[in-house]
């Protein structure tokens, strides 16, 4: 049955609002490690050599290999909001490409700007579905009717399905889609049902807040603008609850919200003495929070606590000295420490100043594609990569970590959650790791995850 739209607890709901204690025992593991590109080895047997390569699939030429990426990109409510899973795509196809290409082809990118709007995301899906291999990279707000996705032909006319590699599957029902494998965290425990149901949650970063500093209680900034952001802050706040939060308050913000609509919500923490503040919307309403929490002087706070949503290129210089402090949990290691690692390092070196939080997992959406072409190549040579023959090799991924650049975590299904995260502050203007301590390292405790069990529906409409 399909569900209406709802956004993954951890990132998306941040989105929607943009446009519009941990033990001795946590063991931290180092993911530095990354392996070469593929490409063909003077060590190694060619795969490409004496063979003539066929049109083995919609998408497939003999010469290259299409892929479409998809994403909210041209809309007037959030302008650019995901330009930078465009930006990855194309530059992780230039890259493979200087490296041998896949499949000993090269690979061409189609971007489809859905523009937050669920007809451009079906008409994408139609696209894809006739003139692409695979979708690969996306990160699409609405996106609900998957039907050409699913009923997509293959080239002998078999309704094989469109593979679809996302870099962030926010609609439930995309998440939970047999053709779709997914590099972000999914919440939701599939298949879908109505009512109340279990949804996984990271909290390490939450347990680590509250060994420092035991009895953390205070505000959670939800995303108001859609009922869909309210009912995906649900299991947010549950799970830091379960983790040992106490909320003094959940007040919804809009992402049209000017700086003196925080002033009731800083208020508050100041009646009641708050000392935790987590923004579960975008950069923005952090900046503003911090900026009135500054005017009127609230001094208890210990810990301003934000996702990947803050770690922006505009949060520090706009938000200035009023953002110090201010927590990031990220589950792949940040662009500052690229030179310990490979796949991040490539990433950053190809994008410059255009890298973005959306964008690394697009690229990392891509090494699950290369990865997955590639084993086939190796098992059958390159004129056996066909729709059927991807849907089958990403199925077997169930310890995918773009090359040791994120934590370990399956495409689908159980294991799609890692627990691995690194945790940055702002410090003197900078982006600086946290914790674990040790650059190039995730933390990988799997009591890093929680599960909580509620109806969202029901509890976004207690939230006022």
Sequence with gaps: MRRSVALSGLVAVLVIAAGCSRSSSSKPTNTTSAAAPASTSSTAPNPCANVTLQATDVGITPTTINVQVMADVGSPLAPGLFQGNFDAMNAFATYVNAHGGIACRQLKVTTWDTKLDASESLNGLINGCSNAFALVGNNVLFNNDLSPMDKCVDKTGAATGLPNISALSADLNEQCDPNTFTVQAVSANCPLKTGVATWTNQVGHVKYWLQQNPGLHGIFLVPGDLPTTVQASTY?????????????????????????????????????????????????????????????????????????????????????????????????????????????????????????????????AGMAFQQAVSSIVAKSGPNAVTRAALLTALKGMTNFTADGWIGAKALQGPGVFSPCFVLMQVQNGKFVRAYPTKPGTLDCNPSNLNTVNLDPVAEAAKIK
């Design 236 to 364: 947010g706040i549950a799970s830091q609850q379960a983790a040992g939060i106490t909320f003094d308050a959940t007040p919804k913000v809009s992402g049209t919200d000017a700086q003196p609509a925080y002033t009731p919500r800083v208020q508050i923490a100041k009646q009641k003495g708050s000392t935790y503040v987590f923004d579960g919307s975008n950069d923005v309403a952090m900046i503003r929070m911090r900026k009135e929490a500054n005017a009127q002087g609230l001094t208890t706070v210990k810990v301003w606590g934000c996702s990947l949503s803050c770690y922006t290129q505009d949060f520090i210089p706009q938000g200035g000295s009023d953002v110090e402090g201010t927590y990031v949990w990220l589950g792949f290691l940040p662009f500052e420490e690229a030179s310990y690692n490979a796949a991040d390092q490539a990433y950053v070196t190809a994008l410059g100043s255009k890298v973005t939080s959306w964008g690394a997992q697009a690229w990392q």
